[in-house]
């Protein structure tokens, strides 16, 4: 994780923002977007970087291990979905 920037480093942004043109502050915006957009995909692809890591016996174990535990879910939303039924 990247440390927070102090005041001083945000003073020199903003003077920074005051000597460019348009144009550079466009593709400065773009560029800002492109790393909020970056980290949320990093973020959603940490799954990805484990299984990265796993030997092909052991992405088979994980995938096993996810397919149970689908299975156990879908049980347990049934017996939470009966009980309601037994209770109505």
């Known amino acids: 994780m990247n440390s927070p920037v102090n005041a001083a480093g945000w003073r020199a942004f903003r003077l920074l923002l005051l000597e460019i043109n ?3 502050l466009a593709r400065l915006t773009e560029d800002a977007n492109r ?3 970056a980290r949320i ?5 940490l799954g990805r970087l ?5 030997n092909d016996l052991e992405i088979e174990a994980a995938r096993r291990l ?3 535990e689908q299975l156990n879910r879908a049980q347990d939303r049934r017996a939470i979905a009966s009980l309601g039924k037994i209770h109505a």
């Open 35 to 37: 790393e909020r957009i």
């Open 22 to 24: 348009d144009g550079e």
């Open 41 to 45: 995909e990093r973020d959603a692809g």
């Open 66 to 68: 996810l397919h149970l």
């Open 50 to 54: 484990f299984f990265s890591a796993l």
